[in-house]
């Protein structure tokens, strides 16, 4: 397995008391395999992400407890130094935000040549070539002529583009894309996810693709995370937990988005709203929401149950919601 | 007539189902009944200057960010308005409620130009179009209580509601869009997200308006809350009888929300149809390249999914492309395109035709494509039965997986 966070915790120290981030995820990804991890705001989903790259802000952050084994070495026991070295050259992060991701008066150009000058110990005038090969293969057009051009006389969907290519220069075995194509027109983001998806399959890199958006899931994963408060509330292979969610708020996530294909009455929408990480019910995060709770959601926090192979869900009544459907 | 309207919005608040009968008998006595066009917006435009110099300022140009748009709008409708970023759709929802004024072109509210009002006859017609705004963390004061937000146009428009009332209406607002009347004297940044957007709704209802302009109103939420607004905004439509100009770059809501569909691109509409018409049988390009990059909620259609991949990026409004401003990016591009403006009417092919292809497409060559797969036609066995596989200069229209060599035929139209 390239990467395995077991039981991960995190909390960030504020004033107002302990808001609990990550309570206690695993998840795990193979070389050549993307990880959906879905969640909405404040679910956990990108903490868990900045932790696993050694980019959580501490303090107010900590890692409370558990183990990230990527190649089989715990990276929480990693010398500063060498956790440097893996973040640099073994994973990469692709963020949201292209343009406030990138230095704006550094050209594109220094920015991509920095990734060879610094880790590989390229000449300046090396690294500019490579930066144009680079700039070449995620299909910036006239890529010679713009590699001296700064962030901001780029299209949004041409900076994620570079993004990209910052991502890909060292040829990690891990890609970490936060939202990639959010901020981007759809047409746009079409094309940045079919760039990823061959990028991917040529290098053989695992990639943890971290999103809100279904319908981009069920485009490119392989398997699905789904996080609510925290915690994984349940995981499967992608195609069976859009035929058949075995966790309430997956099945209400996949009832509330209106479809392109249909023309709906009213929308389902899940009650109320997500809890406050300062004050996480107890029992289940879920049962305030939940239109299955029985009393034993309020009390009892639910395992990940066995769903079946590669399939869990942390729902106390799990097979009532598969066979509701 | 205005009186008699907004004393049936009082009763029903009050006594609910059967007062909404009374709002609908004071509707139905003015002109405007359902289905007759309330809004007429013809030949829109709105030019930014680009000027140089510091002292002598120069006009260089202009950028087109809308460049004659033209649609109706009938009482009780929805109309969606979609397009990517740059495309214009929030400049005309600015110039519906007169937040800009258009460089050209008319908007006739029940027969009258609001564009060249002004004054006092301008105060009374804005009134009755209102705007619910994108973002619900910079569109509400944060130094003003909740109460004070949901009340402030009756500052402004003090005729609506007399001081003594003003209370006990935003009271009944709160109620109407879901939040606790209680909550009246809290500050925004005591709510979520979701909560702060039904606050910017109950501020666009305050003044009994008959037109909601909507900006883009849901895409700052998460998707569980989402869906609460969007049924919120649908009961409010059928309870108050609103129009709404409904603008997003979402697909999928806005084919939820909308009755008439309208396709943006580069300043213009391209495409304007029902829901029906525009997402079941596009004939324009761009509809159909829209369409076809919409992420599909399904798995299984991964690897059916025809799928039409622009390339490139729009072009600057400063310098639109002559001719088609789609073309440069269009895989049916030809010499025509770039010689003779595409206007926006039933294409030749369709006239003579009637059924839901023939709808307004401004196309040379528009052509009726399916590219949204209804899930019979999903379970297809991978690669049987759809559509060719074209491969165009700066267009490549292809199936997953791509990697295909053979599936990549070359068709020129």
């Known amino acids: 397995m390239l990467l395995e966070v077991r039981d991960l915790h995190v909390e960030f120290h504020t004033r107002e008391g302990v808001a609990k981030a990550v309570n206690g995820v695993n998840y795990s990804v193979a070389e050549g395999e993307t990880l959906a991890v879905l969640g909405e705001s404040g679910s956990g989903k990108s903490v868990t992400a900045q932790a696993v790259m050694g980019i959580l802000d501490m303090p107010p952050g900590k890692i409370s407890g558990g183990e990230i084994l990527f190649k089989d070495r715990d990276l929480l026991k990693l010398k500063p130094e060498e956790r440097r070295r893996v973040r640099g050259q073994e994973m990469a992060m692709i963020f949201q935000d292209a343009l406030s991701s990138l230095n704006p008066v550094m050209t594109v150009g220094e920015q991509l040549g920095e990734m060879f000058t610094v880790h590989r110990g390229m000449s300046r005038k090396d690294a500019r070539t490579r930066s144009v090969e680079l700039m070449d293969r995620v299909r910036i057009p006239a890529a010679k002529e713009r590699v001296g051009n700064y962030p901001h006389q780029f299209s949004g969907g041409m900076r994620q583009r570079i993004m990209i290519a910052m991502a890909m220069a060292l040829e990690p075995s891990l890609i970490i894309a936060d939202e990639p194509t959010t901020a981007l027109d759809v047409t746009v983001q079409a094309q940045v996810m079919d760039l990823l998806a061959e990028l991917q399959r040529e290098l053989n890199m695992g990639l943890i693709l971290i999103t809100h958006d279904l319908g981009v899931v069920a485009d490119v994963a392989d398997k699905i995370a789904v996080m609510y408060a925290g915690r994984i509330v349940e995981t499967s292979p992608v195609h069976d937990i859009y035929q058949a969610p075995a966790h309430p708020y997956t099945k209400g996530l996949l009832r509330s988005i209106p479809r392109l294909d249909r023309k709906g009455r009213e929308l389902y929408a899940i009650r109320g709203l997500p809890p406050n990480l300062l004050h996480i019910p107890p029992g289940c995060a879920f049962h305030p929401r939940c239109p299955m709770a029985q009393d034993v959601c309020r009390t009892d926090v639910p395992p990940l149950y066995r769903v079946s192979d590669g399939r869990r869900s942390a729902c106390h009544f799990w097979k009532e919601t598969l066979d509701a459907r | ?334 010499e025509r395109c770039a010689l003779e403006v595409p206007l926006l009417a039933v294409p030749a092919a369709f006239r003579l035709a009637p059924g839901p292809a023939s709808h307004d497409s401004a196309c040379h060559f528009a052509e009726e494509k399916h590219v949204v797969a209804s899930r019979e036609e999903r379970d297809t066995p991978r690669g049987e039965g759809r559509g060719p596989e074209i491969e165009a200069p700066g267009t490549a229209v292809r199936k997953r997986p791509p990697h295909d060599p053979e599936a990549q035929g070359d068709i020129q139209p």
């Open chain 2, 1 to 334: 007539m205005r009186a008699d309207h907004s004393g049936g919005r009082k009763h029903a608040r009050e006594e609910g189902e059967a007062a909404a009968t009374q709002l609908a008998t004071a509707r139905a006595g003015t002109a405007y009944a359902n289905g007759d066009p309330i809004l007429e917006v013809r030949d829109l435009v709105k030019h930014y200057p680009l000027t140089q110099g510091v002292l002598f300022k120069k006009q260089v140009g202009a950028v087109k960010a809308v460049d004659g748009v033209s649609f109706d709008l009938s009482a009780g409708e929805t109309l969606g308005i979609v397009g990517e970023s740059g495309c214009g759709k929030s400049t005309v929802a600015r110039m519906l409620v007169h937040l800009e004024r258009p460089t050209a072109g008319a908007i006739r509210y029940k027969g009258e130009d609001i564009t060249r009002l002004s004054g006092r006859a301008l105060k009374a017609v804005r009134r009755n179009i209102q705007m619910v705004f994108q973002d619900p963390y910079t569109s509400l004061n944060p130094r003003m209580t909740v109460g004070d937000i949901i009340g402030e146009p009756y500052e402004i428009h003090p005729e609506v509601a007399p001081k003594g009332e003003r209370r006990r209406k935003v009271q009944d607002l709160l109620d109407v869009v879901g939040l606790n009347p209680e909550y009246i004297n809290r500050y925004p940044h005591q709510f979520s997200g979701g909560q702060r957007q039904r606050i910017g709704i109950a501020r666009g209802l305050a003044l009994n308006p008959e037109i909601i302009v909507a900006d883009e109103p849901v895409s700052a939420l998460d998707v569980s809350v989402q869906a609460q607004v969007i049924n919120l905004l649908d009961s409010l439509q059928s309870e108050f009888g609103l129009s709404f100009v409904f603008i997003a770059h979402d697909l999928s809501i806005v084919r939820h929300i909308s009755d008439r569909v309208g396709v943006m691109y580069l300043g213009r509409i391209v495409e304007i149809g029902t829901d029906e018409q525009i997402y079941e049988h596009p004939t324009h390009p761009y509809t159909q390249a829209l369409l076809s990059a919409v992420p599909v909620p399904d798995p299984m259609a991964r690897e059916s999914r025809e799928r039409i991949i622009l390339h490139g990026d729009v072009p600057s409004p400063a310098n639109p492309p002559s001719g088609c401003r789609f073309r440069t990016r269009c895989w049916k591009a030809q």
